[in-house]
């Protein structure tokens, strides 16, 4: 399915964080992970130092960009939702990655165009918002059947023709304009 949907919206300045397997000690190996917000699982140094260390992930007011696949290995690797998240734009070091959605929220909120190539299963739903565009892209079908709501800003789909970008519902607009 190929298409356009975009609608206005807000975000401000970003912060990018590394998803981190080796405590601060440089990256080490890619695994699957649980992504909550209750797991010292990130890193703000793109080499994996330990300076400031791992720290949890937050659903911030202003979201962080995520970027999996820092470490070796070309998997393929899953990170599974362990709660609602929030994110400015996630991107792929290294490795085929999926994420698991599970009965949570995914939600994207970034004013940075951003083209996500991973699958995304599950039950759970997926929330656009910010002023970016966010392209699904990639060779590998997204199967969550949870509704996509796309309360502002682009949202592409983009997948090789005859893969699903989308699943489940689609919802435009929440109805109070943000």
Do not use: E
């Not at 937050?58 to 999996?68: E, F, K, Q, R, Y």
């Not at 994420?99 to 039950?123: E, K, P, Q, R, Y």
């Not at 759970?124 to 392209?135: A, E, I, P």
């Not at 682009?154 to 109070?176: E, F, M, R």
């Amino acid at each position: 399915m190929l298409g356009a949907i975009f609608l206005t919206g807000r975000i401000a300045a970003q912060t990018t964080i590394y998803n981190d397997f080796n405590n601060g000690n440089g990256f080490g190996a890619n695994g699957n992970f649980t992504w909550d917000t209750g797991s010292a699982l990130w890193n703000t140094s793109n080499t994996g130092s330990n300076s400031p260390g791992r720290i949890n992930w937050t659903n911030a007011a202003t979201p962080n960009n995520a970027i999996l696949g820092n470490g070796s290995g070309t998997g393929p690797f899953t990170t599974t939702l362990g709660a609602n998240i929030t994110v400015g734009t996630i991107s792929v070091a290294t490795g085929t990655w999926a994420i698991g959605l599970g009965v949570n929220t995914l939600t994207f909120d970034s004013s940075t165009d951003s083209s996500l190539a991973v699958a995304i299963s599950g039950s759970g739903n997926v929330v656009k918002k910010g002023t970016s565009t966010l392209t699904f892209s990639g060779t590998a079908a997204n199967t969550y059947t949870g509704t996509t709501t796309v309360n502002a800003g682009g949202l592409t789909l983009g997948k090789t023709a005859g893969v699903n970008s989308i699943a489940g519902n689609v919802s435009l607009g929440d109805g109070i304009g943000t």
